[in-house]
């Protein structure tokens, strides 16, 4: 992307930048995960987590009425391991594994190609928007899916409450920088006082909407 380096960036955009930047993103040219990567994630640890969400999902299934067909619809699903290891899982309970369409959707096609490698049956596949998910009941999974997703500053001072922007002016020495903003304007787009008792707001406006979206979709069903 290219930036016009007078501009400040609020930092959800900053964040977004550095991740997802088609050349530069940190989840858009290497594998994250592992020892060779930067970090390391529950399913990429022991298989047992895994497992016991696939355990979670035949349970929960039932308890909705062991429907004929339903989504299994992981959120930013990494290298893949943890829908792989649930399919393994799902084999053992037939019934349920021939009841289930497993759906990814994940950001980065860096990544969507190490799930395709590492998911390679037919069973999978991948969803951009997941308003356009079918009719059929979903169940969604999202392991540290909401932690990833960029967030927004904002701090209360005694003139009022500011945003933290990154100020790329000199890119060799990018800067935070603060500028004054109506609260009270957001908090009347989310209809939710986020400020209240607080000194120090981390929000994440594309958490909100991922909520929404899901919660509508799971009303409808
Ligand atoms: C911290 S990793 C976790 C990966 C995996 N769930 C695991 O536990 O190993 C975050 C994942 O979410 C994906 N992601 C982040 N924001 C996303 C978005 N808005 N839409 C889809 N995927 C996203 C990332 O590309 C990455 O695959």
Redo the contacts with the bound molecule.
Sequence with gaps: MKLDMTNNLPLDQFINLA??DKDKGF?MKKN??GEDGD??????ITRLFSEIIAIWTITFWKSIGSPKKFNLL??????G??MKVIDETLNNFPECSDACNFVI????DF?VNAQKKNLSSKKFSWLKNIEKINSNPTIFL????F???PIKQFFKKKDGWFERFVNLSDPKKAEFKEEKIDIEKIEKHLNFEISKDQNVIEYSP?TFK?LKTISDLIQKK
């Design positions: 991740l997802y989840y994250p995960f970090f390391i994630t529950a399913p990429n992981e959120l930013g699903a990494g290298n391991e943890m959707h994940e950001k980065s990544l999202a392991n540290e899916f932690d990833a997703i594309d991922y």
